[in-house]
């Protein structure tokens, strides 16, 4: 399924509590919580149970990681390719916690572009997110690494950052998405995210962690509608 704007996506990254089944009942009660608010909601679940995900919830199912390579000899290598057969809707690319270089980010995303799936190039600073602007994805994430895992959420901490990106990446290329991410936990986070002009938000630890994901992601939806 294809990945529009606003959205909230949930990065499951590597957590114990987002493996196997557990991360499956989090995948649908984001796919139920979507269907009652009408938000788009996208997860990004571990690239090995990816298959499952796809088959088994229908909101967008996203990558957390593509290299940029052709399928071919290349080890452990996730190629834009297989995730198109997978049936995914496209995949983060350059998360702080997988990084790629400059070069591969813009190979990665004509790679993924030319088999018709979905880029989000995630951005550290200003001059990260102009980069990344300029290779034309889908969106571009900002988020300070620093604040990830904090409880803190950029939008408050840090609202120069996420103002500066929407200007910075519309400035470069206005029809690329703009998102923020990083200790986003609150809908007060979401309201004050998309009140800087994000078009939605990228989140994990809050929503995987939370003991009520459910009530979460709808106050975070309600959040992105007002
Ligand atoms: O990909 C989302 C991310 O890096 C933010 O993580 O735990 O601060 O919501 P978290």
Redesign the pocket.
Known sequence: MKLTYPAI?L?F?SYKEAAGNRGLELAKTAERVASQTGVIVAV?PSIVEMAKFVQNVSIPVLSQHCDPYEPGPFTGAVVAEHLKEIGVAGS?LN???KRLKLSDISAAITRLRGVGLDTVV?ADDLAAAAGAAALEPSAV?V?PPE?????ISVSTAKPEVVAGAVKTVKAVKPNVHVIC?????SAEDVRKAVALGSEGV???????KSRNPEQLLLELCKALLV
């Open positions: 996506l990065n990254k990004c983060l998360h702080s916690e995630c994430a988020e604040l990830i895992g904090s409880g991410g990083a200790g986003v936990s990228l989140l994990s630890s809050a929503y995987v």
